[in-house]
C-alpha cells in the first residue's frame, strides 16, 4: 500500500503538497521581512548592533512588532509540523480528492491567518477559524498516519 | 546501502518513525490547545481583539501562560529537528532494533518532558533528564546521517 | 523527471543535503546548550524549580541569555523551512553543481549567523549578510519546487 513511487510528479496528491509546502516555506519567509520591516517602521531593535542612529536604545515591547511576531511564531507551531505529517501522509497513498482539499485548507487557512493577525487586524473569530481550519485538517492526516502505521 | 525501498510499511524502522512523528505532532499541537485553554482560565490574551470583556486588558506575564508556552517552544526546538532528522536516519538503513528503541526514546521523553513541565511541575531533575534522553537519541542520528553522507 | 531515485547515496545532490541537514541539526541543538550554559553563567532561570539557590529569584531578562534565545529562534524561522524545502528541491532533480553550492551557502551561512550574533558579537552588517545569503538561497529553492509542481 505505501511505497516510494507515491513520491512522484506523477502523483497528484504528492503534486499539491509540493506546491503548497514551498508556498508556506515562502509565506513564513515573508512574515519574517514583515518583521524586520516592522522593526525599521518603528524604530524596534532588540540588538545594540542594529541600532541605526545613537539616540535610539534597544526595545521589546513594540505592539506591532511584538504582533508579527506572535504570527510568525504561531506558524513555526503549526505549519512546520504540517511538513513533516503531509509528507507522511502522501506516503499513506489516501484518497486524491480528500488529500487534495486538506492541503488546499492548510495552504489557504494559514495565509489568512497570518492577513487577518498580522496585516489587517480583523475582528474575532477570523483568526480563530483560520486556525481551527488548518488545524482540524493537519491533525486530521496525524491520525490517518497513526492508524496507517498501527495496522 | 542507502534506498527508496527503506520508505516501505514493510520496513518495520520507517513504521515506527511514522508512528511516533504521527503521535508527536498531535502532542506539540495538544500544548499549543493547552496554552488556548490556560489564556481562557486566567483570562491573559495577547492580543486587543481577544479580549472577552471590555473590563479585560492585553496581558504578558501570567506564569501558568508562560509555563506552557516556554514548553512548547521547547518543542519545537527539539521535536521539529527530529522529524527531519528521523527520516534521514531511516534512509541510512540502521539495525532494527537500535533505531526503533531510538524512536520510542524520543517519543516517551518528549512526552514526559511536556508532563513534567507544564501539567503536573516534578522536581528537577525529571524535566532535564527527560530532555536529554530525547536529545542525546536525536543527536546520535545525526551524526550518523554525518558519518553516511562524508563516507 | 521527479523520481524516488533521487533519494539515494549514489545521488551526489542528495548526499549533500543529508550532510548539511545533519549538521544544521546538531547546529540548532549546540544552540540549545549553549542558552542552558548562559543560564548557569548568569544564573537566570525562568522556572521556580530550576533555582539551584533559596536565594535565586525566576529571571527573564539577562541580556546574553536573551541574545542566544533570539539567534536560536531565527534558527527555527530559517532552518526548518530549509529541512522540508531541501528535500524537496532535491526531488525536482536540480543541476548539481547549482544544488551543492546553494546547500552549501546555507550551511555556511547559518553556521556563521549564530557565531556572530550569539558567540562573537561582529557590527552589522555581518549577521545580516549571513541571514540574507540563507534566506536567499532557500527562497530560491522554494521558488523552483513552485513551478515544478505548477508545470
Redesign the interface.
Known amino acids: ?5 507515491l ?3 506523477d502523483n497528484q496528491v504528492f ?2 503538497y ?2 503548497w ?3 508556506l ?2 509565506k ?2 515573508a512574515t ?1 521581512i514583515y518583521t524586520g520591516l516592522m522593526r525599521f517602521i518603528t524604530a524596534t531593535f ?2 545594540p ?2 541600532l541605526m542612529s545613537p539616540k535610539l536604545k534597544v526595545k521589546f515591547d513594540d505592539p506591532n512588532v ?2 508579527v511576531r ?1 504570527a ?1 511564531r504561531n506558524d ?3 505549519i ?2 504540517f ?3 503531509g ?2 501522509y502522501v ?1 499513506t497513498n489516501p484518497a486524491a480528492f480528500l488529500a487534495i482539499n486538506l492541503f488546499r485548507a492548510v495552504g489557504i487557512a494559514r495565509i489568512v491567518h497570518t492577513l487577518v ?1 498580522a496585516v489587517v ?4 473569530p477570523s ?1 480563530a477559524l483560520a486556525f481551527f481550519v488548518a ?1 482540524g485538517a ?2 486530521y492526516m ?2 490517518q ?2 492508524l ?3 495496522f
Open positions: 500500500m505505501l511505497n516510494p513511487e513520491i512522484s510528479l503534486r499539491c509540493l506546491g509546502s514551498a508556498i516555506v515562502l513564513i519567509f519574517g532588540a540588538n548592533e542594529d511584538e504582533r506572535r510568525h513555526l507551531e503549526n512546520l509540523p511538513f513533516a505529517i509528507l507522511l506516503l493577525y487586524v480583523v475582528p474575532q483568526r488545524l493537519t491533525v496525524a491520525l498516519v497513526v496507517t502505521a498501527a
